[in-house]
Nanobody, 122 residues
Framework: QVQLVESGGGLVQAGGSLRLSCAVS??????MGWFRQAPGKEREFVAA????????HYADSVKGRFTISRDKAKNSVYLQMNSLKPEDTAVYYC?????????????????WGQGTQVTVSS
């Protein structure tokens, strides 16, 4: 059974940093992504990475501030978030995609973690 387990969320002041982790078990996927959902808003794409070659994609709103990475040995994906802003406040979800091509649509991802809360205070 596939499991994605996120950790690392919390409360941080604006300008601070957090590192989210996602442990993957059960199988391997072609792409891993991070999405977020703020109250009253739709789930939105944040970043994605190719499991095999490590190529990355980012939403414009986080480019230059967030970095996605993966550790094949630990079967884990990470999201390093720097220069956090109050508008980054959301529940962050780790997601896995079988298809190797990039998409920023949540419907393109078949497996999801339970989410971890990130709150950025001003």
């Amino acid at each position: 059974q596939v499991q994605l387990v996120e950790s690392g969320g919390g409360l941080v002041q604006a300008g601070g940093s957090l590192r989210l982790s996602c442990a993957v078990s059960g199988r391997t996927y072609s792409r891993m992504g991070w999405f977020r959902q703020a109250p009253g808003k739709e789930r939105e794409f944040v970043a994605a990475i190719s499991w095999s070659i490590g190529s990355t994609h980012y939403a414009d709103s986080v480019k230059g501030r967030f970095t996605i990475s993966r550790d094949k040995a630990k079967n884990s994906v990470y999201l390093q978030m720097n220069s956090l802003k109050p508008e980054d406040t959301a529940v962050y979800y780790c997601a896995a995609r079988i298809n190797a091509y990039h998409t920023d649509s949540a419907t393109g991802y078949s497996s999801w973690g339970q989410g971890t809360q990130v709150t950025v205070s001003s």
